[in-house]
């Protein structure tokens, strides 16, 4: 199982109205950033938002 908490209040995910970025850009980009890390072999990971804030975190279980 892929568990994936990403905690969308902050300023990278929302537009210049303050309502969620409906285009989605910054999910995807931390979802990209996932896949990577999988390729790598990773099993778990901090989810980081643009601006550097930790927004939350992945973890792949058997």
Known sequence: MLKIEI???G????NEDGELD????ELRRNLKEIEEKLE???QAGYIMD???NKV???TLED
């Open 50 to 52: 643009i601006n550097g």
């Open 56 to 58: 939350g975190n992945w």
């Open 7 to 9: 905690k969308t209040g």
């Open 40 to 42: 790598y072999g990773y």
């Open 22 to 25: 409906r285009s989605a850009y």
């Open 11 to 14: 300023a990278a995910y929302r």
